[in-house]
Every structure is written in structure tokens, then in C-alpha cells.
């Protein structure tokens, strides 16, 4: 489906030229060209059968704007994602994080603005259940989100941020957050589900791959080696966020159990895909792990 995956790459790269016309600003960096959502998707496929063997050109077209659609709509979710100078704002005193939740930012303007023209692409599919599956994906993902960075902000902002005179400090106390470093940790560990939510909208893609693609007399949902996947995500995406942290919390700028979970997560991931029936299909989730780690 090599074919099918440069014509998505051809769309969205046209609608984000198109988008970031409107107004100078760097939307490639919330794209991931790997096309992994797509990928997620085209998993189920059996690449042993030629795309043109098996789809018509009416499909072919329609699965592409499927394809692009969830692209799109992944791009908004990653604008809408909770970013450091978000953190930084609401880790400090009520105003500033009263101050932070009237903003409407640039990347919620054009998170928005994504979702709009993803809206295009998946009526171009037509197909209202589809549609609402990622409509209730998204639901998941920011209602996840914003319930984990509330706790997040909550256990920094109990534990790490000086007080003087009953003010908060707008300076973070280094020491205080290498003591509480492990309540950050143990807060990921349990909130789990919390962190797989944030991350619906690959769950998602998986499920619409299967769907359309797999025969399930054959092939049984791979539901345990998904999860993996959807973990790895959710650590390199934790990973990149506290390293971005500025030097004022550089204590969270490694929190160790992140890289030592993921590590393990790798593991479990190679030993599942190696055991993987048919050949094809491993073969397949091969290929998607390289994109993922």
C-alpha cells in the first residue's frame, strides 16, 4: 500500500502548506511523516495481494481519504496536547493558572482548525460509524489529558513550589522535586488508563484496520500487542515532554522510571511479534515497530 501511504503524505503535506498560510507557524513539528496512524491501519493488509488485485479504484480513493482524515485529526490532537509552558503557568499561584484556562492559544486555533479539515476527508469515506468512533476517541483522549495533567500540576505544585508569606514562588525549589520525584513516578504508575486514554486515537486506528481488513476467522485481534504499542507511544511522548521542562525543573527532566518501563515494554513487544500467525501479519507489525521506537 505504498501507493495509497504517498498519497495521504501528498495530502496532508498540501493541507498543512495550505494552513500555515494563514498565519506564520511551525505546524511540521506536530506531524509525524512516519505516518504511523496510517500505518496502524494498514497492518491488517496482506501484502502479498496487489492493492489493485483486490480494490477498486473507488476504495482506493475513499481509503485514502479515510487514511488522511485520521492523520489530520492526529496533528490536532498533538496542538492540543499539554505542552511545557502550559505546565509551568498553572505549576505556580491561582492566577496565573486562572490566567492559562481563559487563553485560547495558537495551537488550540489551529488543533481546531485540523480537526475542521479532517471533518472533509472522513466525509469523503462516508461512513458514519467510523466517524463517530473517532469522535468518541477524541473525547477520550482530551478528557484523559486534562484529568492526568490536573493531577500532574496538583502533585507539583503540593510538593515542589516554595512558599513565602503564603505567596507562591513563581521559582521551582530543586530539592523539593528531587524528594517528591517519586510520587511523580508512582502518579504515572497509577494512572495508566489515564495515559493509554490520551493516546485513543490509536487504539482507534487499529480497531478501523481490523475491521476492514482482517478476516477474523484467521487472524485473531492482537489486543495485549496493541497495548504495548500504544505504551511505547505514551512513554516517548512523557519522555519528550519533561525533557523539553526548562532548567528551573531540571529534576523532571529524566524521570527514571519512564525509560526503564519502556525499555521493558521493547521487550515484551519483540517476544509477542515473533510469535505472531500468519507470517504476514508479522511481517507487518515488524515493520510498524521500527516506526515506533
Known amino acids: 500500500m505504498n501507493v495509497a501511504k504517498k498519497t495521504v503524505r501528498e ?32 497492518t491488517f493488509l496482506n ?23 485520521i492523520e489530520l485529526t492526529a496533528i490536532g490532537v498533538n496542538l492540543h496536547s499539554f505542552n511545557t509552558k502550559d505546565f509551568m503557568l498553572l505549576a505556580g499561584g491561582r492566577k496565573f493558572r486562572q490566567k492559562n484556562e481563559r487563553s485560547y492559544t495558537l495551537d488550540l486555533l489551529f488543533g481546531d482548525i485540523f480537526y475542521s479539515r479532517a471533518v ?33 500540576v496538583e502533585t507539583v505544585n503540593k510538593n515542589v513550589l516554595e512558599m513565602n508569606g503564603g505567596d507562591v514562588v513563581k521559582k521551582i525549589n530543586l530539592q523539593a522535586i528531587k524528594k517528591y520525584e517519586n510520587q511523580i513516578e508512582r502518579l504515572l504508575d497509577e494512572n495508566l488508563d489515564l495515559i493509554i486514554g490520551i493516546h485513543s486515537l490509536i487504539k482507534t486506528s487499529f480497531i478501523i484496520g481490523w475491521a476492514l481488513f482482517a478476516d477474523s476467522g484467521k487472524v485473531q485481534f492482537p489486543g495485549s500487542l496493541i497495548s504495548k504499542f500504544i505504551m511505547i507511544k505514551a512513554y516517548n511522548d512523557l519522555e519528550d515532554f519533561f525533557k523539553q521542562l526548562p532548567e528551573e525543573a531540571s529534576s523532571l527532566k529524566k524521570i527514571k522510571n519512564i525509560s526503564s518501563k519502556k525499555n521493558f515494554i521493547k521487550g515484551e513487544l519483540n517476544d509477542i511479534i515473533s510469535n505472531l500467525k500468519p507470517d504476514w501479519l508479522k511481517a507487518n507489525f515488524k515493520v510498524l515497530e521500527r516506526s515506533y521506537l
Not at 500555515?20 to 491501519?41: A, H, R, T
Not at 483486490?54 to 487514511?67: A, E, I
Not at 468512533?133 to 489529558?145: F, T
Request: charged share 15%.
Open 120 to 152: 472533509f476527508y472522513f466525509m469523503e469515506y462516508g461512513d458514519f460509524l467510523i466517524f463517530n468512533g473517532i469522535l468518541d476517541s477524541l473525547k477520550q483522549a482530551h478528557k484523559s489529558k486534562l484529568l492526568f495533567h490536573q493531577q500532574l
Open 11 to 42: 495530502l496532508v503535506a498540501k493541507e498543512i502548506k495550505y494552513i500555515s498560510n494563514l498565519f506564520p507557524y511551525n505546524i511540521k513539528k506536530f506531524f509525524d511523516p512516519g505516518l504511523i496512524y496510517s500505518q496502524n491501519v494498514l
Open 47 to 69: 501484502n502479498d495481494y496487489p492493492a489493485s488485485s483486490v480494490f477498486s479504484p473507488d476504495f482506493l480513493y475513499k481509503l485514502t481519504n479515510l487514511l488522511a482524515g
